[in-house]
């Protein structure tokens, strides 16, 4: 357990429907972070939000929409998704943003699938 | 442009054997460096981190990694391999003072007994 929660861990989805995923973080941090893992390519930052503000959006389509209502909670609003947006979406939380010394724990993520 | 290449999609070996998964990074100055490991249905894990300092950095589970600047590599060891270390490894740059890491594509572990 790292201290970071995700809901739900699995989500089936059609390309009309409207979904959230959501995280946790139970450490005291203030920086969150959304990321998309797609097989066989890198892990890609998606959003980070530093003090519920966005602080970074790695240009995702508009249909991904983050919310950060306080500093443990971050929500991916998910709409009118493709197939291709199929992946595993990890959250991750640390301390601050702008200082790789402090390190990120993950989630375990949300194995989406969008048919 | 920074990169991270991780040359190895699936390494096999048995377990007690000694490890190396390889890590090559390209970046203009000396990046912030870390291992990550991701085992079958969790997240990542951080393994070890290198900022500055000694090149040979020790980390959780028995790992270590070292910092080659002239090979622009940041190579992951373990001398023993144990059956609980089959997972999914990452290495991942880090730019100073950004949040944004950039991930290899990973390297999957497999353990035979």
């Known amino acids: 357990e790292t201290g970071v929660t995700q809901t739900p861990r699995h989500l089936v989805m059609g390309m009309t429907n409207k979904k959230s995923l959501k995280c946790e973080q139970h450490l005291g941090h203030n920086a969150m972070y959304w990321y998309k893992q797609s097989a066989k390519k890198p892990l890609e930052l998606m959003f980070v939000?530093?003090?519920?503000?966005?602080?970074e959006n790695n240009s995702v389509p508009s249909r991904f929409s983050p919310e950060c209502p306080n500093s443990s909670h971050l929500f991916l609003h998910l709409h009118t998704l493709q197939p291709e947006d199929s992946a595993l979406y990890l959250c991750a939380s640390s301390q601050s943003r702008g200082a790789l010394t402090d390190t990120q724990y993950f989630g375990p993520g949300t194995r989406l699938t969008v048919l | 442009a920074q990169s991270v290449t991780q040359p190895d999609i699936h390494i096999t070996v048995s377990e007690g054997a000694s490890l190396e998964l390889r890590c090559n990074y390209s970046y203009g100055a000396t990046p912030y460096l870390f291992w990550y490991v991701q085992s079958p249905g969790q997240g990542l894990q951080l393994l070890l981190k290198?900022?500055?300092?000694?090149?040979l950095v020790q980390g959780i589970k028995g790992f270590e990694a070292e910092f080659k600047r002239s090979q622009s590599s940041f190579n992951l060891r373990k001398p023993s391999v144990h059956w609980s270390d089959a997972a999914e490894y990452f290495c991942?740059?880090?730019?100073?003072?950004?949040?944004?890491?950039?991930f290899g594509t990973g390297t999957r572990l497999q353990v035979f007994p």
């Open positions: 290198y900022f500055s300092g000694d090149t």
């Open positions: 991942a740059v880090g730019p100073y003072n950004t949040d944004k890491l950039i």
């Open positions: 939000y530093s003090l519920e503000e966005r602080v």
